[in-house]
């Protein structure tokens, strides 16, 4: 099992920037995709941002190409989102979320999510 920490949320002006963070504990660490997704209230959960494994592969949504970067850091059990140019649309929920598949098996796990607003 993994446990999920988010932290770095708050309010921030658009343009602004802020960093999330996502402390791990848990076993096997290195062997999960980690993501990052948001919620706002109304919509579907949307994926983010997307980790490899190693993290040398990363995947984004359209809407935060260029402006968010994941990265992570496995023997310290974190994932980071690097958020530049945060725009109002960005204002959401955000979740950190460890997924794998074992034996056929799939394992998801989530944090309890940070909230963004980004606002005059």
């Known amino acids: 099992q993994v446990q999920l920490v988010e932290s770095g949320g708050g309010l921030v002006q658009p343009g602004g920037s802020l960093r999330l963070s996502c402390a791990a504990s848990g076993s096997s660490f290195s062997m999960y995709v980690m993501n990052w997704y948001r919620q706002a209230p109304g919509n579907e959960r949307e994926l983010v941002a997307q980790s490899g494994t190693a993290g040398g592969i990363t995947e984004y949504a359209d809407s935060v190409k260029g402006r968010f970067t994941i990265s992570r850091d496995n023997g310290k059990k974190m994932v980071y989102l690097q958020m530049n140019s945060l725009k109002p649309e960005d204002t959401a929920v955000y979740l950190c979320?460890?997924?794998?598949?074992?034996?056929?098996?799939?394992?998801?796990?989530w944090g309890q999510g940070t909230q963004v607003t980004v606002s005059a």
């Open positions: 979320n460890a997924h794998t598949r074992a034996w056929g098996t799939i394992y998801d796990y």
